[in-house]
C-alpha cells in the first residue's frame, strides 16, 4: 500500500534530499549488499534484546533498499540480476528479522511469543511468494493490504516504542489478510486466463 502511493514520488524525494549519491556512480549491487547487511545486524540486535538499536538498523537497512533502485535508474544501470539480487536479499533480511526476534523469546523460554515471530514470519513470506508465484502468470499483480514497506515501518516502530508484541502481532494478521486477498485475486485472474484458453481449444476444434 505505501508503494502504490508513494513508490514514483520516491526518486524525486531522494533526488532533493540526498544529491551526493548522484553525482558520480556507484554500484547499485554494492548498495543493495551494504543494505542487506545493516539489516541482518539488525537481526543480530533483536536476538541480544537490543531493541531500539534494531529499530535503527532497520530503517536504515531500509533507506539502502530505497536508494539502490533510484541510483540504478538515474544512471542507467537497472539490470534484471540487479532485481533478483534485491528481491532475494529482501526475502534473506525478511526472514533473519523474525528469527532474530523469535531466538531473543526462545532464550527467555517464552513459548507464546516464539510462536507469534513465527506466525509473523510464515505469513511474512507467503505474502512474498504468492505474489512472486502468480507474477509467473499474471504479469500485473498487484494486490494486498500489507506489503514489505508496511511490515518493515511496523517492525522498526514497535522496536523503538517497545511495541514488538503487538507490531508482530499487526504484522502477522496483516500479512494472512495479504495471502488471502492475493489467493483471491490469482484465482479470478488465473481462471479468467484458463477459461479464454478453452475457449480458443475449443474454437480450433
Excluded: C
Excluded at 542487506?36 to 538499536?53: D, N, T
Excluded at 533502485?69 to 532475494?88: E, K, P, Q
Excluded at 499483480?141 to 522496536?159: D, H, I, K, N, W
Excluded at 503487538?166 to 485472474?189: C, D, H, M, N
Amino acid at each position: 500500500m505505501i508503494k502504490s502511493k508513494f513508490g514514483d514520488r520516491v526518486d524525486g524525494w531522494l533526488h532533493a534530499g540526498l544529491p551526493f549519491l548522484f553525482h558520480q556512480r556507484v554500484s547499485p549491487n554494492l548498495l543493495t549488499l551494504v543494505g542487506a547487511l545493516v539489516s541482518l545486524l539488525a537481526a543480530v540486535a533483536f536476538a541480544a534484546g537490543h531493541f531500539r538499536s534494531a529499530g535503527v538498523l532497520i530503517l536504515a537497512g531500509g533507506l539502502f533498499d530505497l536508494i539502490d533502485g533510484v541510483v540504478a535508474r538515474h544512471h542507467g544501470m537497472a539490470t534484471r540480476f540487479g532485481g533478483f539480487l534485491d528481491s532475494t536479499l529482501d526475502r534473506l533480511v525478511d526472514m533473519a528479522l523474525l528469527v532474530g526476534v523469535a531466538v531473543y523469546f526462545a532464550a527467555r523460554g517464552d513459548a507464546p511469543h516464539v510462536l507469534l515471530a513465527g506466525m509473523a514470519l510464515i505469513t511474512s513470506v507467503l505474502v512474498s511468494y504468492a505474489q512472486a508465484r502468480a507474477e509467473l502468470v499474471v504479469p500485473d499483480f498487484r494486490v494486498g493490504l500489507f506489503e514489505r514497506a508496511e511490515r518493515v515501518v511496523v517492525l522498526a516502530l514497535g522496536a523503538l516504542f517497545g511495541l514488538l508484541v503487538p507490531a508482530l502481532w499487526i504484522i502477522s494478521l496483516g500479512s494472512a489478510i495479504t495471502v488471502a486477498q492475493r489467493f483471491s485475486k490469482a484465482y479470478q485472474e488465473m481462471e479468467q486466463i484458463d477459461a479464454s484458453e478453452r475457449a480458443v481449444l475449443r474454437e480450433r476444434g
